[in-house]
């Protein structure tokens, strides 16, 4: 007759299944969150009907096919560095990080559970705009790969900027500057205004921000379908390099 054994048997769980577990619960917070789903879905959404339906920008070729790439790089922009600035800027001030640092979870299980679940969120907010986009008549073009490796890059990069300003500042700074920096470059990026509608002398300037070097990417690719966008890559790497270098070297758990 067979005998079941029923001693417990301490242990953590293997580290995928932590990060899992973990990025699981990180991306309900997020989808669960009023606050971060007007963030990453209800504002993208109304800028890409608002600006591609009514004449309020002076674009060549299709509104909608300007418009989309800008939304998409939006959207990467404020899962990826604005709601997760401040979502990890409370959960520093709260004593979320300092309990989660005494699980059997290491800090880059967590860190590596953080970007699926942001890259998760951002899967959604993909398929979610690029539908939008196709009922408005959206035509996309240009070699799919290109655009999962400018996203994955402004992931990167919007990711290091997000925790190191969650890891150096007090969550209301936090919380106003990644809302600040946020309306900057939406209007600064190239999102849904021309770069050519700016001055000539700030255009370079303007081009080495990470929310344009994106949304140029994205744009030369989807709308022009453009080759390998090696410039954008570039921008986007030194700003992936930078900071998630700094934050690696200044982030505070506590």
Same mark, same amino acid.
């Given at each position: 007759? #067979? *005998?079941?054994?029923? !001693? %417990?048997? %301490?242990? +953590? ?8 577990? $973990? ?8 989808? &669960?969150?009023?606050? $971060? ?8 959404? =109304? ?6 339906? +009514?004449?309020?920008?002076? /674009? ?8 989309? %790439? @800008? ?6 922009? !404020?899962?990826?560095? #604005?709601?997760?600035?401040?979502? *990890? ?9 300092? &309990? ?5 979870? !290491? ?17 959604? $907010? /993909? ?7 196709l009922a408005l008549g959206w035509s996309p073009h240009g ?11 402004? *992931? ?12 150096? =500042? &007090? ?5 106003? @500057? +990644? ?15 021309? =770069? *050519?509608?700016?001055? !000539? ?10 929310? #344009?070097?994106?949304? $140029?990417?994205? &744009? ?19 700003? #992936? ?6 934050? +690696? ?6």
């Open positions: 007759m #067979t *005998t079941l054994d029923f !001693s %417990p048997r %301490p242990g +953590a769980a293997p580290l995928p299944r932590m990060v899992l577990a $973990q990025a699981g619960a990180e991306a309900r917070a997020m989808l &669960r969150n009023g606050e $971060q789903l007007l963030l990453t879905l209800i504002i993208p959404i =109304l800028l890409l009907v608002g600006f591609s339906q +009514a004449a309020l920008i002076d /674009v060549e070729g299709s509104r909608i096919g300007f418009v989309t %790439p @800008g939304i998409l790089a939006l959207a990467v922009m !404020s899962t990826a560095f #604005t709601g997760q600035a401040i979502a *990890t800027g409370f959960e520093r001030r709260y004593g979320v990080l300092k &309990r989660l640092g005494a699980t059997p979870l !290491s800090r880059a299980g967590l860190l590596l559970a953080k970007t699926c679940a942001v890259i998760a969120v951002e899967i959604i $907010q /993909v398929v979610v705009i690029g539908a939008v986009a070699n799919p790969l290109w655009v999962i490796l400018l996203v994955l890059l402004g *992931t990167a990069a919007f990711s290091g900027l997000g925790l190191l300003m969650a890891g150096t =500042l &007090r969550a209301e700074a936090t919380l106003a @500057g +990644a809302n600040l920096v946020y309306l900057v470059l939406l209007g600064l990026g190239g999102v849904v205004f021309p =770069l *050519t509608k700016f001055p !000539s002398g700030i255009q370079p300037i303007l081009e080495l921000l990470p929310i #344009t070097a994106l949304t $140029q990417g994205m &744009r030369s690719v989807l709308e022009n379908g453009a080759g390998f966008p090696t410039g954008p890559v570039i921008v986007l790497l030194c700003w #992936t390099v930078a900071g998630l270098g700094l934050a +690696a070297r200044t982030f505070r758990w506590e």
